[in-house]
């Protein structure tokens, strides 16, 4: 038997460029099969959607969420909004109401969503935001130490890159395997998450150590990055502008334990007190807009078995918040 020719240099020229291009065509493949699924439901192709949400987080579904025609009312917040039941509103003011709220998120992610919403809803009947303890950090770039997907809800060229991550490829397998699925379950259409049950499983309400968190007082202080000056002002005209005049826009200043109240005449409840003054100065330049303020004092928030901690409450000073939002709404739509 002849012995083999030996390996040239122009073989392996030849074997790096077919490696090299199978692995372009590995990735262009898995790159075009991914934006076809489109794994979180984004519309951008819209050839596998079947108009239902695949349980997920609301991080993700959002996207979903924030792109259906049949929710003309949004409201945009956390974690500290997130009980407003959106079927309620619907109820109390006749618009199709969506939760579009997102926990431990900031301005920067709740603006993010606005912003997805209005691209997919030209003239909204309603737009409710929650303006928390988050809005008055003195960073205008309003970081926050929890990942957020801006690429879902971004551009063609940010989408396409937030595709090329192992967490994608993980969807784009398992909404095929729901899409395959004719018995696949579905989260709520409209964003509705009751959490009481996840909070009291953790024991909050029964568990001494939570209770004895719930009524320690907060300092004089502001907090680090809380004193102002507060750039949500700019951030919020900018965001005013791309609302029609014609939408209804209400701001709501969610409720806080009573404890959680600075001292009067601290400096906390002054730099507090002059971040929602610049909220309302804002706002106020959009002329169907109101603020829902729940930081004013009334003793409801003096009542520790409606709070689990400090900033959230239960469901029934929700539903009272939620009353006071749809009244709101109602005056605003009758002006």
Request: charged share 20%.
């Amino acid at each position: 038997m002849a012995p083999a020719p030996p390996t040239t240099d122009r073989d392996w020229r030849a074997f790096v460029r077919i490696l090299a291009l199978s692995m372009v065509g590995l990735f262009a493949g898995y790159l075009a099969l991914a934006v076809v699924v489109d794994p979180y439901d984004t519309g951008r192709s819209t050839l596998l959607s079947r108009g239902a949400v695949r349980p997920q987080g609301p991080r993700t579904a959002s996207a979903m969420r924030g792109r259906d025609p049949a929710y003309s009312g949004v409201v945009i917040g956390n974690s500290h909004i997130q009980l407003i039941e959106p079927a309620a509103l619907t109820q109390l003011t006749g618009i199709p109401f969506l939760q579009l709220s997102v926990p431990a998120t900031g301005p920067s992610e709740q603006f993010a969503l606005l912003g997805w919403y209005l691209k997919h809803h030209a003239r909204p009947d309603a737009i409710v935001l929650s303006a928390d303890a988050f809005w008055c950090a003195d960073d205008p770039a309003f970081p926050s130490e929890h990942g957020f997907p801006y690429w879902l809800v971004g551009d063609w060229p940010a989408y396409l890159r937030g595709l090329i991550r192992f967490s994608a490829a993980q969807e784009t397998v398992n909404r095929l395997g729901w899409l395959l699925n004719p018995r696949h379950k579905t989260a709520a259409a409209d964003g509705w998450w009751d959490y009481e049950r996840n909070y009291l499983s953790q024991g909050f309400g029964i568990d001494p150590a939570k209770k004895a968190a719930l009524e320690k007082p907060v300092g004089p202080e502001p907090e680090p990055h809380h004193g102002g000056p507060f750039p949500i002002a700019a951030r919020l005209r900018a965001e005013l502008a791309r609302i029609p005049a014609a939408t209804p826009v209400v701001v709501v200043f969610p409720p806080v334990y009573a404890r959680a109240e600075p001292p009067p005449g601290s400096p906390r409840a002054r730099a507090e007190a002059a971040c929602r003054a610049e909220v309302r100065a804002v706002l106020a330049q959009h002329a169907l807009s109101t603020v829902v303020d729940w930081r004013d004092g009334r003793s409801a928030a003096a009542d520790p078995d409606q709070f689990f901690d400090q900033t959230h409450y239960r469901l029934p000073l929700a539903r009272s918040l939620t009353a006071e939002i749809a009244a709101a709404i109602v005056r605003l739509r009758t002006r």
